[in-house]
Structures are given as C-alpha cells and as structure tokens.
C-alpha cells in the first residue's frame, strides 16, 4: 500500500535535509534510512493520569527508519514547515492550555 505520492516523499526528504537531519544512525552509525509511508499522531496529555484523552492536542510528525537497525526517529511535520495547515494546527494547539487554566 502506498500512501504518500512521490511528490510528497520528495517534500518531506527535501525538508529534512534542508533542517539539518542528514547525520547518521545514532545508534549504529549506518548512513540509509527509508520514510515511513504515512503520517503519525503523537497525543499528548497536560499531565500524568490514567485517563486517555481522546481527541485532545497531538504532534502530527513523520518517521524515518535506519535500514540496519530499525531505529525510529520522528520529526514534527510543523517544525519542517510542511504542515499544509499549520496555521491552524498552530491554533489548536495553543488553545489547549488555555482550557486547562
Ligand atoms: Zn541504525
């Protein structure tokens, strides 16, 4: 299954190496990484509990895999400036502590 056109992988490779992220594997050393095909959510919470919030602030972020260790690392796709609303998001996520005051 794909989920992102090549046009996009190419967006996102290209904001990646254009903030920095070009060294290698922290873990093994190994220079090749592959794009995870698809987009994560990080929620998060204002503090710990046992309650899971549903549809409360999240981090929407991409991944990137080492080909010899499977290290994951994860990028905000707000901080790459490819968050095609990001101004939005921006908003929603600087709502959320103003409720909780
Ligand atoms: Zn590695």
């Known amino acids: 299954m ?10 996102i490779i ?9 060294l290698p ?12 095909d698809g987009y994560f959510n990080h929620s998060f919470q ?16 991409v991944a990137v895999v080492c080909n010899r260790c499977g290290f994951l690392s994860y990028h905000a796709v707000g901080a790459l400036g490819i968050l095609p609303t990001q101004t939005q998001n921006n908003e929603q996520i600087q709502q959320e502590p103003k409720a909780n005051n």
């Not at 794909?2 to 190419?10: F, G, K, L, Y």
């Not at 904001?15 to 070009?22: D, I, V, Y």
């Not at 710990?48 to 999240?58: E, K, L, Q, R």
């Open 2 to 11: 794909v989920n992102m056109n090549s046009q996009e992988r190419n967006k």
């Open 25 to 36: 594997c922290p873990r093994c050393g190994n220079n090749n990484f592959s794009l995870i």
């Open 14 to 22: 290209q904001a990646l190496e254009n903030h920095g992220a070009r």
């Open 46 to 61: 204002p503090q710990i509990s046992n309650n899971v919030i549903i549809g409360g602030p999240s981090i929407p972020s």
